[in-house]
């Protein structure tokens, strides 16, 4: 009998030396599964970074068409204003040879009349 209280024995303290090491293992785990909840921290805040630049972009790209049509409009009533220009200049050009015109008739006439 004593055989078998000492086989029991030894079993126990194996276990009890079992449940020491297992303890000394949660107590080295525990740094490990911190670091990795940190980790996963960092990833989500990696992520909300990510979507945070993604729509910034997203707005610059916006911000940059909008700049690109009112360039497109500026551009297109400057041709307007150019065309508008040339037809002033052109309407000028003729008053100037209108006057000339008339003088010159006002002129005949004048001497027509002399005559």
Same mark, same amino acid.
């Given at each position: 009998?004593?055989?078998? *209280? =000492? ?7 194996i276990l009890q030396? +079992?449940? /020491?090491? +297992?303890?000394? !293992? @949660? #107590? *080295?785990?525990?740094?490990? !599964?911190?670091?990795?909840? @940190?980790?996963?921290m960092q990833i #989500?805040?990696?992520?909300? $970074? ?6 910034? %972009?997203? $707005? ?5 068409? =909008?700049i690109e049509k009112?360039?497109? =409009?500026?551009?297109?009533?400057? /041709?307007?204003? @150019?065309? =508008?220009? +040339? $037809?002033?200049?052109? !309407? $000028? *050009?003729?008053?100037? /040879? ?11 006439? %004048? ?5």
């Amino acid at each position: 009998q004593e055989d078998t *209280s =000492n086989g029991i024995i030894k079993d126990h303290s194996i276990l009890q030396q +079992e449940k /020491e090491k +297992e303890k000394g !293992m @949660d #107590v *080295s785990l525990q740094p490990i !599964m911190q670091g990795i909840q @940190d980790l996963k921290m960092q990833i #989500v805040d990696i992520g909300k $970074n990510t979507q945070i630049t993604e729509k910034g %972009t997203e $707005n610059i790209e916006k911000k940059m068409e =909008n700049i690109e049509k009112r360039i497109e =409009n500026i551009e297109k009533r400057t /041709e307007k204003t @150019d065309e =508008n220009v +040339e $037809n002033i200049q052109q !309407m $000028n *050009s003729l008053k100037l /040879e209108l006057k000339k015109l008339k003088k010159k008739k006002t002129y005949k006439e %004048t001497r027509r009349w002399e005559k």
